[in-house]
């Protein structure tokens, strides 16, 4: 395995990805050490193929040299592995698989969140509702869902500002809950700061031909 | 909850659905007993809607009244909640991510897989790579990534029949696997016949306009 020479554990990741952000934010709940190699995502790195055979794709979490491959499978592993401190699924089976259905959907609908499509609002308030009056998507403590969900809230106020439009009107509770994620260590380490997020979309734009 | 007059487990679900047969299989290989309710898929029963509200699709599975949807989060559940027999995910936390890899794999591609496109054969070859000289997925035992694929093969024979070409040649693991799994009583039990698929399948394209 290529990775020998590395630290135990290592994230292959590139900065604006949503899906190795959810990573880096369950690293960081856990407490857990490792060493990031940022991937050029064009010119791929023979230890980025070799580690992720089937999709050749950023997340890839390495322990002990063995390569865990899609963000929301890593994010689960590192919950198993490191279990003693920051549960992330709950342990109810029912609980657990609601977690796991939410997670899912954001997965689902994560591109059209990313490309800001007009179902946009829709998905939001889908949350908004699940979500509910709870602190967090589990309950009390920050989880599964919230893990797969952040980075997106990451880039709300960017689609604000291009798009021009006010999400916190129509889902008051999801920017709430964006606003209490963004207190945690774990996820202002990890999102890029405002400002940040929106050169990047901008840059994303004129990369897509958008002005 | 509307469900409260139907038995302790209640499947929704319909016989032709390659994702309902993943669920009985679990249920099967559990050996829980549960009532099935089989749902009109095109006029859609209050249950289903209710149960269901996110994506209103088939299967579901109702526990005690409260609704678990999409097949393969349902056979976490289900090897969550009877966990005394015929354990489906491995307990070592990579071997779980990797059988949750390749289930989501399955997922992903099943798509291709159900409309026998020209990338089929390029599917079938990467999982038999991935089995290799196993059993099952997993090692030894029957588990989480066999109750994800094994539907798909119920329905390789038909495949074979109507585009005129052999699996087996090119994927001989793959083929004595699934004959192993139709051994299995939770299997065999719930797989619809040769004769019966090819005639689903015949159905269908005629439904889409092959002949």
Redesign the interface.
């Known amino acids: 395995m290529a990775a020998n020479h590395h630290a135990e554990v290592v994230l292959l990741d590139h900065w604006t990805s949503q899906f190795g952000q959810r990573v880096c934010i369950a690293l960081e709940e856990k407490g857990v050490e490792y060493e990031y190699i940022e991937q050029d995502t064009i010119n791929k790195s023979t230890l980025l193929i070799e580690s992720n055979p089937?999709y050749k794709k950023i997340p890839v979490l390495i322990?002990h040299g063995?390569p865990?491959?899609?963000s929301m499978?890593?994010v689960?592993?590192v919950d198993?592995?490191w279990s003693d401190k920051a549960q992330l699924l709950p342990d109810e089976?029912?609980a657990?698989?609601r977690a796991?259905?939410w997670a899912?959907?954001i997965n689902n609908k994560g591109e059209a969140l990313e490309e800001a499509k007009k179902d946009f609002m829709e998905i939001v308030k889908?949350l908004e509702v699940e979500l509910g009056d709870k602190t967090f998507f589990n309950g009390d403590t920050f989880g599964f869902v919230d893990v797969a969900l952040v980075p997106f809230f990451g880039r709300f106020n960017a689609y604000e500002k291009i798009a021009n439009f006010n999400i916190e009107e129509e889902c008051p509770k999801i920017v709430a809950w964006g606003r209490r994620c963004m207190h945690r260590d774990s996820v202002s380490k990890i999102l890029p700061d405002d400002q940040k997020n929106y050169e990047l979309l901008l840059k994303l734009r004129r990369h897509h031909g958008v002005e």
């Open positions: 089937i322990h063995k865990v491959c899609e499978i890593i689960q592993y198993e592995v089976p029912f657990r698989a796991r259905f899912d959907y889908t």
